[in-house]
Nanobody
Framework: QLQLVESGGGLVQPGGSLRLSCAAS????????IGWFRQAPGKEREGVSC????????NHADSVKGRFTISRDNAKNTVYLQMGGLKPEDTAVYYC????????????????????WGQGTQVAVSS
């Protein structure tokens, strides 16, 4: 059974850093494009970052460019979201999602593109 489990969330002060992990089970992550999304209270879920199967294509939302990086370790079946320069507006539940794609297909930050979703991890940025 395919399962995505996010971890690494927590409370951090503005300007701080966190690393989120998305661990997969029941699938071999090599075959999947992975996206990170977030949903703040009262707001719609939005795309944050994505990484293609090959790792050659990465996209970030404008709001996180220069502050967040995404990477994958297929040997560990895990994708990471390194978040730096955190701001209060980054407060949200963060979700990872997966979709099976051809190897060199580019990734997109569209919710409808992704088939499998994790349960989310809470990130709170506050002083």
């Amino acid at each position: 059974q395919l399962q995505l489990v996010e971890s690494g969330g927590g409370l951090v002060q503005p300007g701080g850093s966190l690393r989120l992990s998305c661990a997969a089970s029941g699938i071999t992550l090599d075959y999947y494009t992975i996206g990170w999304f977030r949903q703040a209270p009262g707001k719609e879920r939005e795309g944050v970052s994505c990484i293609s199967r090959s790792g050659s294509d990465i996209n970030h939302a404008d709001s996180v460019k220069g502050r967040f990086t995404i990477s994958r370790d297929n040997a560990k079946n895990t994708v990471y979201l390194q978040m730096g320069g955190l701001k209060p507006e980054d407060t949200a539940v963060y979700y990872c999602a997966a979709v099976s794609h051809p190897l060199f297909r580019r990734c997109v930050l569209s919710l409808a593109e992704y088939k499998y979703w994790g349960q989310g991890t809470q990130v709170a940025v506050s002083s």
